[in-house]
């Protein structure tokens, strides 16, 4: 039996800047990952999972799929990135930090 053949989506690398909780667990401000240029917030989690496997349980759900639930990332300083896809490309930069935050 034959299997269609699926294209390979092109990747880019971003840097994923972390703040609070996110910084205090990797230990580092940010790190570069690879993503499909068009993305989800749920495609740029799992690969952080698994570039930061200690990000899991903080800024990532438990199971890796996606980010807790108070956690977002924020392309550029300029767009929030949720469920529909969004372009990204070469050095762009996703900020991740908590929705709760104190003040």
Do not use: K, Y
């Given at each position: 039996m034959e299997t269609a053949h699926r294209p390979e989506r092109p990747?880019?690398?971003?840097?994923?800047?972390?703040?609070?909780?996110?910084?205090?667990?990797y230990g580092?401000?940010?790190?570069?990952?690879?993503?499909?240029?068009?993305?989800r917030r749920a495609d740029v989690?799992?690969?952080l999972a698994g570039a930061c496997p200690e990000l899991v349980?903080?800024?990532?759900?438990?199971?890796g799929a996606d980010l807790a639930p108070s956690y977002?990332?924020?392309?550029?300083g300029n767009?929030?990135?949720?469920?529909?896809p969004v372009s990204l490309a070469d050095g762009d930069a996703l900020l991740l930090f908590s929705s709760l935050s104190g003040g």
């Open positions: 990747s880019v690398r971003v840097a994923v800047e972390l703040f609070g909780s996110a910084r205090l667990a580092r401000a940010a790190v570069d990952v690879a993503v499909p240029a068009r993305s989690a799992r690969a349980g903080v800024a990532i759900r438990e199971d977002t990332f924020n392309l550029n767009l929030f990135v949720a469920d529909e």
